[in-house]
């Protein structure tokens, strides 16, 4: 495995395989890898000959008070667990490889599906992750690049971006890497103190509940209800739940599929998760 | 010489010259051609082996009141012309081909150098601009892009996206063709009565002085409204004369490269030129 710090240093080493003509896998991350990562690097090594990880903390998603300064940075144990797990590339670029010195004078924004859920609460945010994914992709020009569907909204986003700018590649959603106990892998989850680890889980448990709620009849409106109660009862402070088509556009009833979005914060940390229910008209 | 309508087609067509890692030349227009666009085409056939030239009349980058349905669409002739100049690809997609019937929410901007110029009175024309061209360019995949100076403030705007999102080629920006009088090639200068195309050449005369001007001593701003001056007294009425860096930064003296920039109605017909003034330390 090759780590690259550079652009320049990345195309030299993928020349090879772009002359071969192989198939290019390509999975960006921020680094401080979980299972939940190295999930999407084994489903980009099943489908491709070459497999890219990046890993950089891209500034521009951060708002004015998130934690950029903060944010975990382990590229030696990164690098490692990415070896087991069969990457072949590492790009690892510096802030400065990335953005240059000069300003950057260009926005990508999605309109609509950035407007709420996550979005409500992080103005510019989708926008930061549209143009360093954007700069990526035109970086390494991957036949596949893998997303995980933890962050559900971030990629519908990049589906939604790919498919308006015509960019050629297939991006693959992975579905959610879960800790036995059902809660979704996440940076976050390392913040959370045992007690708070512990309900944790209640989580994808209350989705999970209306998620049968829904099979067996119950209003759409009342199992979202049932979620918020349940969280709200275990100590999360709800953020929202909410219900979308897997297009993310609103949805009133269960009459097709829908995903079923939680975010709440318990203690100091802000956890989310989904879940998608098939509809089957009866 | 190939015409491909869909984008399954180009990419066909250019499927055997990326196998043989040709080199890929791309001359964007919006048809209607004259010898300005021929001349880029002769470019890209110097550089590249293989020549794709796009005819697409984009309506996203028409404002309300700009005449998207009466713009000119001459194919045939278009296609003559550009065999006779060796193209290898015309790409002339509808506009159901290039958008979809599924909504756009992917917008593109470049920020402060649209503000004016030509931008101030066509607020969302470059964000169509950079949308359609990265568009075409994910679909093309050129090694070079080939723009005219002419339309000297969408040359820096597409250069400006390029690099912010490294896209992986090269723009060429080709300088303008002028007719033996001096009046810059344009499909607007059809417009133009016998009387008014007679008049029409003041504009490139009025810089080239302004030009000589400058480098004999004029302070920039005298020459700026010189140049306005001989537009109004030969009947123009003047949108702007403006100076600016050769990356669109304002200036306020000759004290290094700048570019004179016109936009002038002469009747109906708005048109606009430019010149590059290069500076030489005395």
Chains 1, 2 share one sequence.
Do not use: W
Not at 109 to 131: E, K, Y
Not at 145 to 156: P, R, S, T
Not at 227 to 244: Q, S
Request: charged fraction near 20%; glycine fraction near 6%.
């Amino acid at each position: 495995m090759k780590t690259e710090t550079t652009i320049q240093g990345l195309t030299a080493s993928l020349s090879p395989a772009k002359a071969a003509r192989k198939i290019i896998g390509f999975v960006p991350t921020m680094g401080n890898l979980h299972e939940g990562h190295l999930n999407l690097v084994r489903e980009a090594r099943k489908l491709c000959d070459v497999v890219v990880v990046s890993i950089f903390v891209n500034p521009i998603q951060f708002g004015p008070n998130e934690d950029f300064d903060n944010y975990p940075r382990t590229l030696e144990r990164d690098q490692q667990l990415l070896a087991d797990v069969g990457c072949d590339i590492v790009f690892a670029p510096t802030v400065e490889q990335m953005y240059g010195n000069q300003p950057r004078l260009t926005n990508i924004s999605v309109n609509n599906i950035t407007d709420d859920l996550c979005g409500a609460q992080r103005p510019g945010h989708f926008d930061g992750v549209a143009v360093v994914v954007t700069k990526l992709f035109n970086m390494v020009q991957p036949n596949f690049a893998f997303f995980g569907q933890k962050d559900y909204q971030q990629l519908a986003v990049i589906r939604q971006f790919v498919r308006d700018l015509n960019i050629p590649l297939e991006v693959i959603g992975v579905p959610i890497t879960r800790a036995a106990d059902g809660l979704a892998l996440s940076s976050r989850n390392g913040y959370l103190s045992p007690e708070h680890r512990e309900i944790a889980p209640v989580i994808y448990q209350s989705l999970q509940t209306a998620a049968q709620q829904l099979t067996s009849g119950t209003a759409l409106s009342d199992a979202l209800n049932t979620i918020r109660a349940t969280l709200t009862d275990a100590g999360f402070v709800v953020d929202y739940v909410e219900a979308r088509s897997p297009e993310l556009q609103k949805v009133d009833s269960f009459n097709q599929d829908v995903v079923l979005f939680v975010a709440a914060k318990i203690g100091k940390t802000r956890l989310i998760d989904n879940l998608q229910v098939k509809f089957t008209a009866s």
